[in-house]
């Protein structure tokens, strides 16, 4: 009786052993296609831009994450980055912000060349370029007034008659940027005495609001409207 016993579990594990090994064998091809998988997105995460056909670096396109862009070569941004792309070693970069009013210089220090261009991949609104002693200048514009513009800017009548953002009050003839020309007969006829005064004095812009409502509320009065272009004093 016994020997059946050990004779029939003998059956069942003969019956039971293809299946196991079915099971194993597939685990081991998921697990492989799974690794497999991981190491093409990696390299594909890794993978180095590819120059153009003619060999040109600028108008590669330079991929992170998911997206893409092209810088055309004849623009200072990308002619920058073909130079650093081919010049290697390090580089001084500079952080110069642009501001309605005001300009800041920053030195951001040392990069290598391959920084410097993850640095500009990061920021896609800056431009760039060498100045003469040969560190890297980015350029951001920013829609707003600097931090020391803010405690010192005014708008107002200059000499010549011109709507003009000033360093100070109108009577310092510090004038940073000029607007448009007025037609002073008509902001006399239009305006009262108090709003006229408060032009020839200066009007403090303390933010963005302020500076755009002062331009709003003056431009009515702008000749050749159309030819009203702001222009800044060097």
């Known amino acids: 009786m016994f020997g059946f016993r050990?004779?029939?579990?003998?059956?069942?594990?003969?019956?039971?052993?293809?299946p196991i090994l079915t099971l194993g064998i597939w685990t081991a091809a998921v697990l492989t296609a799974v690794v497999a998988l991981a190491l093409a997105v990696q390299q594909s995460g890794t993978r180095p831009a590819e120059t153009s056909p003619d060999g040109d670096v600028a108008s590669l396109a330079w991929s992170d994450n998911l997206s893409v862009s092209f810088d055309p070569p004849t623009s200072a941004r990308g002619l920058t980055l073909a130079a650093l792309a081919s010049k290697g070693g390090d580089v001084e970069v500079v952080l110069h912000?642009?501001?309605?009013?005001g300009d800041e210089t920053r030195k951001l220090g040392r990069?290598?060349?391959?920084?410097?261009?993850?640095?500009?991949k990061a920021h896609r609104e800056w431009t760039a370029s060498f100045?003469?002693?040969?560190?890297?200048?980015?350029?951001?514009?920013?829609d707003d007034l600097s931090p020391i513009c803010r405690e010192?800017?005014?708008i107002g009548l200059d000499r010549d008659g011109n709507l003009?953002?000033?360093d100070g009050p109108p009577r310092k003839e510090k004038v940073i940027r000029t607007f448009f020309q007025l037609d002073v007969k008509s902001l006399e006829s239009g305006m009262s005495k108090e709003r006229m005064r408060e032009?020839?004095?200066g009007i403090r812009v303390t933010d963005r609001a302020a500076y755009n409502h002062v331009l709003t509320r003056y431009g009515d009065y702008a000749l050749n409207r159309a030819q009203g272009v702001m222009k800044r004093t060097e």
């Open 199 to 201: 032009l020839t004095e």
């Open 152 to 154: 010192t800017a005014y």
């Open 131 to 142: 100045d003469r002693a040969g560190r890297v200048v980015m350029e951001e514009a920013i």
């Open 6 to 18: 050990i004779k029939e579990l003998k059956k069942r594990l003969k019956r039971h052993r293809r």
């Open 164 to 166: 003009s953002l000033f």
């Open 111 to 120: 990069f290598t060349t391959a920084e410097a261009i993850e640095l500009l």
């Open 97 to 101: 912000r642009a501001y309605l009013c």
